[in-house]
Nanobody
Framework: QVQLVESGGGLVQPGGSLRLSCAASGVIFSINAMGWYRQAPGKRRELVAAKTSGGSTIYADSVKGRFTISRDNAKNTVNLQMNSLKPEDTAVYYC????????????WGQGTQVTVSS
């Protein structure tokens, strides 16, 4: 069974920084894309950033220049460094990965709350 475990959320003031981490564990033969999504109250879940095993990266326009995704393929981990945080970044952040265990499937973490407020 595959699990994604996130850490690093919390409360931060506007302009501050947070780092989210996610580790995949279990029977894993291969991982393609790993990334982060977020969902604010009353809004749809949206892609924040993702990185493929080959290094291709995509960011939401709203976070470009402020957030950086990094990945360690050997450790099956993905991180999201969030700088210059804004109140509109407040959301539950979810780690996601496309993993081959018994077959290819998308897996999700449990979510971690990020609150940007003074």
């Amino acid at each position: 069974q595959v699990q994604l475990v996130e850490s690093g959320g919390g409360l931060v003031q506007p302009g501050g920084s947070l780092r989210l981490s996610c580790a995949a564990s279990g029977v894993i033969f291969s991982i393609n894309a790993m990334g982060w999504y977020r969902q604010a109250p009353g809004k749809r879940r949206e892609l924040v950033a993702a990185k493929t095993s080959g290094g291709s990266t995509i960011y939401a326009d709203s976070v470009k220049g402020r957030f950086t995704i990094s990945r360690d393929n050997a450790k099956n981990t993905v991180n999201l460094q969030m700088n210059s945080l804004k109140p509109e970044d407040t959301a539950v952040y979810y780690c996601s990965a496309e993993i081959k265990s018994s077959s290819w499937a998308d897996y999700w973490g449990q979510g971690t709350q990020v609150t940007v407020s003074s």
